[in-house]
């Protein structure tokens, strides 16, 4: 599903975020991003979803070759993405509905089909009920399911992440988490950037470990040396 071949990501003034960056995740596959602050997780989660492009090296999603992806073309690459950020990235002046609703309304959706998956979506995070709500008013672990409901309301076969429990207690952590394995369960291949190694090993999924732009581990999560990330 993921591939990437000697990848680099060098900065206009010269900071190197990536380097030789090797790895590969199946199709169906859940793993977890590891690494310190500044190890480079979000830089590679922004490569895989177009936001960023690699200085060198090449980076396959599928089968197609991003570099050879114009500009252009990068909305229907990314109708087979779903993404979610630690900071939610909702629009406040708009219902719930009008948040999980705007992939399917981009990709011009017909209002009754827009309608069937926006209360599917809501149903699989618990929020079905809510979708007339002002995001402002839910609570920070309700307001990323309102992300998460909005990255897989279009059904993507993959799945990024990026620290999603980032500013949740830990057992709203669990609970996000476990969303993410039940996603995975059903065949969307994911893959998420985050600090927290305990509740990594509860899940058990493989681990792509980065330290200084390169990846230092790729494996199971239970020989992860968490010291690295102190």
Same mark, same amino acid.
């Given at each position: 599903?993921?591939?990437?071949?000697?990848?680099?990501?060098?900065?206009?003034?010269?900071?190197?975020?990536?380097?030789?960056? &090797?790895?590969?995740?199946?199709?169906?596959?859940?793993?977890?991003?590891?690494?310190?602050?500044?190890?480079?997780?979000?830089?590679?989660? +922004?490569? !895989?979803?177009?936001?960023?492009?690699?200085?060198?090296?090449?980076?396959?999603?599928?089968?197609?070759?991003?570099?050879?992806?114009? #500009?252009?073309?990068?909305?229907?690459?990314?109708?087979? %993405?779903? %993404?979610?950020?630690?900071?939610?990235?909702?629009?406040?002046? $708009?219902?719930?509905?009008? &948040?999980?609703?705007?992939?399917? %309304?981009?990709? /011009?959706?017909?209002?009754?089909? !827009?309608?069937? $998956?926006?209360?599917?979506?809501?149903?699989?995070?618990?929020?079905? /009920? +809510?979708? #007339? #709500?002002?995001?402002?008013?839910?609570?920070?672990?309700?307001?990323?399911?309102?992300?998460?409901?909005?990255?897989?309301?279009?059904?993507?076969?993959?799945?990024?992440?990026?620290?999603?429990?980032? #500013?949740?207690?830990?057992?709203?952590?669990?609970? !996000?988490?476990?969303?993410?394995?039940?996603?995975?369960?059903? /065949?969307?291949?994911?893959?998420?950037?985050?600090?927290?190694?305990?509740?990594?090993?509860?899940?058990?999924?493989?681990?792509?470990?980065?330290?200084?732009?390169?990846?230092?581990? &790729?494996?199971?999560?239970?020989?992860?040396?968490?010291?690295?990330?102190?």
């Amino acid at each position: 599903m993921i591939y990437f071949d000697n990848v680099y990501k060098r900065y206009p003034r010269g900071h190197e975020a990536l380097s030789q960056i &090797n790895l590969r995740l199946a199709r169906g596959q859940m793993a977890f991003l590891t690494g310190h602050s500044g190890a480079g997780k979000s830089t590679l989660l +922004k490569l !895989i979803a177009m936001i960023e492009r690699p200085t060198r090296g090449q980076i396959f999603l599928d089968g197609v070759n991003l570099n050879n992806i114009s #500009n252009r073309k990068i909305p229907y690459i990314r109708r087979n %993405i779903g %993404i979610i950020f630690q900071n939610h990235h909702l629009l406040y002046d $708009r219902p719930v509905f009008d &948040n999980v609703a705007l992939p399917l %309304i981009i990709q /011009g959706y017909r209002h009754q089909e !827009i309608h069937k $998956r926006v209360r599917a979506a809501l149903n699989q995070v618990g929020l079905l /009920g +809510k979708e #007339n #709500n002002d995001p402002i008013t839910l609570s920070g672990g309700e307001q990323q399911r309102v992300g998460i409901a909005r990255a897989i309301v279009h059904k993507p076969l993959l799945l990024l992440a990026d620290e999603p429990t980032g #500013n949740l207690d830990p057992e709203l952590s669990k609970e !996000i988490m476990q969303l993410f394995v039940r996603f995975n369960q059903v /065949g969307t291949t994911v893959l998420i950037a985050s600090h927290d190694l305990e509740l990594i090993k509860q899940i058990g999924s493989p681990v792509i470990s980065l330290q200084d732009g390169k990846v230092a581990y &790729n494996g199971l999560p239970f020989t992860v040396n968490s010291d690295q990330y102190a």
